[in-house]
């Protein structure tokens, strides 16, 4: 039964793992790229999620969900940067 689920938690990591690396990249090139923008992105990204009267797909659906999960998880890392130590 696990097999019927592979091709879902790799299309998940994949698109985790891609979304998350963009990130990294764009924080490194741009330093003023920080909390305040990526909160933007993920306040369209929601939007963008709730706009699904078409429906997407489950594909599509699990892409958007590591996409959401990867800003979330970067958010939090900048947030854990700017915390005094």
């Known amino acids: ?3 019927c689920t592979e091709w879902r938690e ?3 990591c994949k698109s985790y793992d891609s979304t998350l690396t963009s990130l990294r990249r764009r ?3 741009d330093p003023s790229f920080g909390i305040v923008q990526l909160r933007a992105l993920l306040d369209n990204l929601y939007i ?3 706009n699904d009267w078409v429906g ?3 594909l599509q659906d699990i892409a958007m969900q590591a ?3 990867a ?3 970067f958010l939090a890392e900048l947030e854990a940067e700017q915390r005094p130590s």
């Open 48 to 50: 963008q999620d709730g």
């Open 71 to 73: 800003h979330e998880s």
């Open 56 to 58: 997407r797909g489950e």
């Open 67 to 69: 996409t959401l999960d």
């Open 27 to 29: 924080r490194e090139e």
């Open 10 to 12: 790799t299309a998940y």
């Open 1 to 3: 039964m696990a097999q």
